[in-house]
């Protein structure tokens, strides 16, 4: 089982992170994934942040081309 926190999940999902390469790559070792409520409310927190306040189109791409998935 593997915990996946709110960073991890903001890496994975946002192509601009530093971190995002690396949160791919990890992604193919991740077996059973378990998520909290809290990492759910703490992403729909940031998004929702950066899609109120940002005119960077891009991250809305991100984020429109993962709920499609």
């Not at 809290?38 to 993962?66: C, G, M, P, R, W």
């Amino acid at each position: 089982m593997d915990y996946l926190d709110t960073s991890y999940v903001l890496a994975l999902a946002i192509k601009t992170n530093v971190n995002h390469r690396i949160a791919v790559d990890f992604e193919k070792n991740v077996i059973e994934p378990v998520v909290s409520e809290l990492v759910v409310i703490e992403t729909y927190v940031y998004f929702s942040q950066i899609l109120a306040t940002s005119s960077n189109e891009e991250d809305y791409n991100v984020l429109e081309e993962k709920m499609k998935q």
